[in-house]
């Protein structure tokens, strides 16, 4: 079992977390995250319902529902592959705690990670339950990627496991870029589970105008709808108008702080290979970003989107670990 307890168990590990959350946004993007009305299982089976029997058992469960196996796969695919991550995240979990002695100071972080996929079991749930309650849906997806971020960031550890770590003196700005872009990661959450990604479809205005009307109050109300089902969302056009108008604004902060960041960090030779990755990551991000709207959200620009946001934060999380190793590693 010792053995087992090495970078490439959680290497692998963080590379399904990845898997699982572009599946979840396949889902997502395929308005197929009620494509099973309960869970975990479908209609009542732990596969989608097929056979006569299994379809009349389904209709008798859910008489309100119709089976559409073409919504209930990816939801279904879904959750196979993350009750897989699940026990994978559990026996990572259970190895760091049973050796911390050779894996010091990693014991928060396995607390961590396990009750932060437990919390993501039950965001899953309540998405379904609560039908999408935007809440919920983007809780789940901010909960992926700090899940993936942990895991990436423990697999470098346990690479330099021998390693003395402390704190560089330009640490923190690699903290705050890492701050900024979780929180641009979750204003597109909220802009994807609000519905709010294709009401406008020119840029840099937003229907037709720089500053179009907007209704910031009912945009982050978190809850008090008054609606049991926000599937193809709830909120009027100015709502909507806002949340993009946010995120587009976001973008911009995002941009403008990982550009000094960069700045600052160049000095340093040995990292500047990662500072052109997370310098490409930006830039191709921006792309995608805007052809998301004027191209209307077509499916591989949106999950590559999702995608490089993924790598973006990765990216930021690499550079913190490099940066937290004695001077004469980088």
């Given amino acids: 079992m010792k053995n087992l307890l090495t970078h490439k168990l959680t290497f692998g590990t963080a590379c399904l977390a990845l898997i699982v959350i572009l599946l979840g946004a396949w889902t997502r993007l395929s308005d197929a995250g009620l494509g099973c009305p309960d869970w975990p299982g479908c209609y009542g089976h732990l596969s989608v319902p097929q056979s006569e029997v299994a379809l009349s058992k389904a209709k008798e469960l859910f008489p309100e529902h119709q089976v559409v196996a073409e919504k209930a796969w990816p939801e279904m695919i879904h959750r196979y592959f993350a009750g897989v991550l699940g026990l994978l995240v559990f026996l990572i979990t259970f190895l760091l705690i049973k050796y911390r002695?050779?894996?010091?100071?990693?014991?928060?972080?396995?607390v961590g990670l396990g009750g932060l996929i437990i919390f993501q079991?039950?965001?899953?749930?309540?998405?379904?339950?609560?039908?999408l309650w935007p809440v919920t849906v983007m809780g789940h997806l901010l909960g992926g990627f700090v899940t993936l971020s942990l895991l990436w960031y423990i697999t470098l550890r346990l690479r330099d496991r021998h390693v003395d770590f402390h704190q560089h003196e330009?640490?923190?700005?690699?903290?705050?870029a890492m701050l900024v872009v979780f929180f641009q990661i979750f204003l597109g959450g909220w802009t994807s589970s609000n519905y709010a990604a294709i009401i406008c479809s020119d840029f840099p205005t937003c229907q037709g105008s720089m500053l179009p009307p907007m209704d910031f109050v009912s945009a982050f109300q978190l809850w008090g709808h008054g609606v049991d089902n926000y599937e193809f969302g709830i909120l009027?056009?100015?709502a909507r108008v806002?949340?993009?108008?946010?995120?587009?604004?976001?973008a911009y902060i995002t941009i403008a702080v990982l550009i000094y960041m960069l700045t600052k960090v160049w000095q340093y030779k040995r990292l500047r290979n990662i500072l052109k990755i997370v310098a490409g990551l930006l830039l191709l991000q921006v792309i995608l970003g805007i052809s998301n709207v004027l191209f209307s959200i077509p499916m591989p620009i949106a999950l590559a989107h999702n995608g490089v946001a993924v790598m973006l934060l990765l990216s930021l999380v690499t550079l913190f670990h490099y940066m937290s190793l004695p001077k004469e590693r980088f």
């Fill in 170 to 176: 330009l640490t923190g700005v690699v903290k705050i």
């Fill in 242 to 250: 806002a949340i993009q108008w946010t995120h587009r604004m976001g």
């Fill in 121 to 131: 079991a039950l965001l899953g749930m309540w998405t379904v339950t609560l039908g």
């Fill in 101 to 110: 002695d050779e894996v010091k100071n990693m014991t928060p972080l396995a």
């Fill in 236 to 238: 009027g056009n100015d």
